[in-house]
């Protein structure tokens, strides 16, 4: 049985928290915490993480946290609102949770943190969470600065603090765009032709094409609660392969430029999809692995898709 009944999932209403609550119902009581209520019929707290007032009744009688309420990278605000809710909303219910005695805290930070970019590309392969940093806009930096507290707040305290850093996560709704559009970038054949009126759009992609499913992410933020971390961890939280048709060392020197020091010449052989993040420790420490990937997902909108014009 489970030593962390009670668990709080901040954003839990949101498009990745969502998967979460799901994942948790049956092994966990859940609360959450959010801006508006949940699909899931659960207890519920409506506020923000910037009111530290709603943030210490959440945390209320809470043996285990999982924060998800931050401020997303394709969030259009200005640069100082990523700081002011990505840090300063981590930084109460960090608090909130060390003086509630809660053992053990998950952070989503993201693959962001690392800040990649044609002038700071990966240094060598695979990355793995002792690669340099160098985020430049506000969105990397608040996750570089968040997982720095969540690591304060362990050695002050009790707290075993888990960081998962995801990168893209990918829904069904939105695979069928992104495919279409990567493979149009990249000049290579496109999915087969479909259409789907909830299907959402895609325009920017990620420059390492790396992603995790939205049941895949909310399947680690799960693992991550009972997994054996007396006090700190960050984990990279990838699929093994990329989302791309190129072979992944012809994705970076298109995106970065890149001729990375590669340290695992089995994995990034010629031709590997794999991707560029460093897995394995999520695997041996955590026990997670990503059990979908984006081919079997695309599968299976395209599937659903051709069914649903049969039937009309």
């Not at 970038?185 to 325009?203: C, D, H, I, M, S």
């Not at 094409?209 to 991550?224: G, I, K, L, M």
């Amino acid at each position: 049985m489970t030593k962390y009944r009670r668990v709080l999932v901040t954003g839990g209403s949101g498009r990745l928290g969502t998967y979460v609550v799901d994942a948790l119902l049956g092994d966990f009581d859940v609360r959450v915490l959010d801006l508006s209520a949940p699909i899931q019929n659960v207890e519920t707290i409506i506020g923000s993480v910037d009111d530290q007032d709603v943030v210490t009744k959440a945390m209320q009688n809470i043996d285990a946290v999982i924060h998800l309420a931050n401020l997303d990278a394709e969030v259009c605000v200005p640069e100082h609102e990523f700081i002011r809710i990505n840090v300063g909303g981590t930084w109460n219910v960090l608090d909130a949770a060390e003086k509630a005695g809660v053992k053990r805290f998950v952070y989503a930070s993201s693959y962001n943190a690392t800040g990649f970019s044609k002038s700071f590309p990966p240094q060598y392969l695979p990355v793995d969470i002792h690669h340099p940093t160098n985020p430049v806009h506000a969105y990397g930096i608040s996750k570089v600065l968040a997982e720095e507290m969540c690591r304060a707040f362990s050695r002050r305290s009790d707290m075993g603090i888990v960081c998962l850093r995801p990168p893209l996560i990918l829904r069904d709704d939105a695979v069928y765009n992104l495919i279409k559009v990567t493979a149009e970038a990249e000049g290579t054949p496109p999915p087969p032709q479909v259409t789907n009126a909830n299907w959402l759009p895609r325009k920017v992609l990620s420059d390492s094409r790396a992603y995790v499913t939205s049941r895949d992410a909310a399947r680690c933020f799960h693992a991550a609660i009972e997994a054996g971390i007396d006090r700190f961890g960050i984990f990279n939280v990838m699929a093994p392969d990329t989302y791309s048709a190129l072979p992944t060392l012809d994705v970076l020197k298109r995106e970065y430029g890149a001729d990375p020091d590669i340290r695992d010449n089995e994995r990034f052989k010629p031709g590997s999809r794999s991707t560029i993040y460093e897995i394995d420790s999520t695997r041996e420490v955590l026990g997670w692995s990503a059990e979908e990937t984006c081919d079997d997902v695309l599968a299976r909108v395209i599937a659903t898709a051709k069914n649903e014009i049969k039937r009309k």
